[in-house]
């Protein structure tokens, strides 16, 4: 049997943290694995690391505190960057590209933020820009939504993105906790950053959501017309609300394809309780996408830590590999899928989505409230679908209201107008609602 | 910019049924968002089909009955195989690959039976045979084990792989109905055959979990080794004892490591109801799977159905093309995700198997027969972790065990020395259970 050219890859990996570490401590692992998936070896020939560890690095002949060490070594064919944030990460991929590297990275912020430059870079070098683990970690949703699902036109996807919010979320819900005493125990338990602004206002989600928005519909990156919001006014009182009336609050991401162009948002959002992506609890991630062929699929499973994410990094060296020992003479998949983008998609302002709404009014205990409420809402052309008010047990009544669709210019303006009334005792919570209409999973 | 090598494809479709008529109408409604993707065309210049239909065929110049007209048409690139069955699809890929054809085929059935033979016959003309339609309709399952977790050991996985069955397990779960009763809303609804043994006896379910472990494991095809057992015997009691204990019941197909080599096999299942696995209801399939490196990823979507499948058969035209556009000069990926394949793996035969059992033994009621029970069940070695014994309403009282881990020719023995109690009334109803011990999703 012909098994075709048996040729491996000399590799270097720069920045030695969680990633880049569990990256090599894997490669050592599975050798006679991925020995036998190639035909061929995944040698790492070159460390770069800020502070050496020379006792996890025994047969690394190759060690140094720069990067551009790797970068410059002709024997190299594919740097790994695992060094994280932008500088030098940057200046690294850049360089390494004009030398002709292969990158495989994990720097979701940076490809959000970079990419668009980076891909063209790599293009004009003829070589490959791999980034499979920065998004989801282990799952591989860029594998899916590029090439597993590349048959369709992709209608919307929806995850829950970010390991670190979810948890939270989840134990808000499961253990009727507040939001500031379940980030304590996520940063304890070493799932939250001592600063977690990040993780919990959505930065981070925002930077995936970019990526998989992109390759979802042919789109230039835009991490900057991605609307983000973050999860720390979600109160218990909103959980518990949402559950009497059949749903569960997730930190989602959503990208959809609208008659205005794209959405793309970060934020929580209430879902039904019946829906699959509304039972993924704790770090993991879960990501739902519509294609106009396919309908729904769900992939699902751990979004972080060392193995999961170098799962990933070690995907993308087994395809390149695969795609060098084929003859591939250019890069097999355009990074974001399309060798053309289709023209005219812009993203949308959030202020002109429509979605459905959950609105918590904190209200005094009047007489009439209720209908001044009802009147601006109508005003608006917003129509309600639910209504929970409580018996007062203060001054002041929280009345729960769900909307139907409406457009969220005429929203805000009428959260102004009620937030105007004398009746109204503070600030209006107002949660977006995701039906997912008509669809399965 | 320059995007590459912009050949596109040349199409012939063999079989206009569900899938192959699905395939054509997809490639005609996405065509542009493959355009951009591609920057090529995926053309269809000829179409075989038993039964012409000139009414869905506008455009196709070249019409016939015979598939070898279209495998003999030197201007096709691909194949596609959506004859379905043995004969005369195998004659007509066979040949097809001797011609230096492409193939794309949705035949589970044929994959399953013949692929060794057929992928050897690939390699040989070196030409690409994709396959990725015929495990679980849409979700890109293939990809994912073969490309996105190639990182990995892969230790087991577990799927519900047939969306007829799932269908009759989910409506007898939730509506407390029987299986024949279901089975006859499932044909009228199209979802079952009016011959439903491959679907309800697991056997196309064996195909798909062929499949999957070969490339799980690195072993050859070996339909004939995977163990089959069928959902007819499952009753709405044991469906209700199930709930009862925590658990509900699944039709699963099993591939899973062991000490004593592969396990392979088909059939319910009771497994703990907060999994998602459990909560993958009605018509669509879920895959778990378990790798050494990312743990558990969850995938999830429709399993069947003309459009889903077609978005993946489409899906493995788009990355032909690609790998064409490349210059790739020999296939990207091993058909089964393999250059080598590890030595002495074997399929372990089922009595060999280690396992938790439901056993629903239908009791006389009187003195003693618990301890009769218990006494067997202790002699061979086998554990109880939990008992349902309800007052007796007839002569005969069901008792309801649950084991822990035992040897499943050990589990036999026990059951036929049980059954030859003088004390019980008929059959042991015997169902294994998956308890996915300390993983997650």
Same mark, same amino acid.
């Given at each position: 049997? +012909? ?9 270097? *990996? ?10 090599? #401590? ?64 940057? $200046? ?23 990419? +668009?430059? %980076?891909?063209?870079?790599?293009? &004009? ?36 993105? +970010? ?28 799932? #939250? ?17 970019? !990526? ?36 569960? !609050? ?12 794209? $959405? ?47 799962? &990933? ?22 990074? %974001? ?17 429509? #979605? ?14 209720? /209908?001044?409420?009802?009147?601006? %809402?109508? /005003?608006?052309? *917003? ?8 018996? /007062?047990?203060? $001054? ?20 102004? /107008? ?10 209006? +919570? ?10 399965? #999973?």
């Amino acid at each position: 049997m +012909n098994n075709g050219n048996r040729k491996g890859l000399n590799i270097a *990996i720069c920045g030695l943290g969680t990633v880049g570490g569990g990256t090599l #401590a894997l490669l050592q692992k599975n050798a006679e694995e991925l020995r036998l998936r190639l035909g061929a070896e995944l040698k790492v020939t070159r460390i770069a690391t800020r502070t050496l560890h020379p006792e996890k690095l025994s047969g690394i002949e190759n060690l140094s505190n720069d990067p551009l060490d790797a970068v410059n070594d002709e024997s190299i064919d594919v740097v790994i960057e695992t060094i994280g944030g932008v500088d030098p990460a940057l $200046e690294v991929i850049r360089q390494a590209l004009v030398n002709g590297k292969h990158i495989v990275t994990a720097n979701k912020a940076l490809i959000a933020e970079y990419g +668009n430059e %980076l891909f063209q870079l790599a293009q &004009a070098n003829n070589v490959t820009l791999a980034f499979e683990s920065s998004v989801a970690g282990g799952i591989p949703i860029i594998k899916a939504l590029r090439e597993g699902l590349a048959a369709n036109k992709i209608d919307w996807l929806a995850g829950i993105i +970010n390991g670190t919010g979810n948890f939270i979320m989840s134990e808000m819900t499961s253990k009727k906790r507040k939001f500031d005493e379940v980030l304590i125990e996520a940063q304890e338990l070493g799932y #939250a950053e001592a600063d977690p602004t990040f993780d919990v206002e959505g930065i981070d989600a925002a930077h995936k959501l970019t !990526i998989m928005g992109s390759i979802a519909f042919g789109i230039p990156l835009q991490f900057n017309k991605t609307y983000t919001e973050g999860i720390s006014q979600i109160t218990p009182e909103d959980i518990s609300y949402a559950d009497e009336l059949g749903y569960c !609050i997730k930190h989602l991401g959503i990208a959809r394809r609208s008659e205005k162009g794209v $959405e793309m948002r970060v934020h929580p959002t209430l879902l039904s309780k019946s829906r699959l992506l509304a039972n993924s609890n704790g770090v993991g991630n879960a990501i739902l996408v519509h294609g106009n062929a396919v309908g729904a699929t769900l992939y699902n499973g751990p979004g972080a830590g060392a193995e999961a994410t170098a799962s &990933a990094v070690v995907a993308d060296l087994v395809d390149l590999c695969r795609h060098i020992q084929s003859g591939a003479a250019s890069p097999v998949y355009p990074p %974001l899928g399309y060798r053309e983008m289709p023209s005219g998609v812009s993203v949308v302002d959030i202020e002109d989505i429509n #979605a459905e709404y959950y609105l918590r009014i904190p209200a005094m205990d009047r007489v009439g409230v209720m /209908a001044r409420i009802s009147s601006i %809402l109508q /005003a608006h052309n *917003i129509s309600i679908e639910a209504v929970i008010q409580k018996e /007062a047990i203060s $001054e002041t009544v929280p009345i729960i209201i769900l909307t139907h669709s409406a457009e969220e210019r005429q929203l805000n303006k009428a959260i102004d /107008a009620i937030e105007a009334l004398e009746d109204i005792a503070g600030k209006i +919570n107002r949660i977006r609602v995701e039906p997912f209409h008509g669809e399965a #999973a």
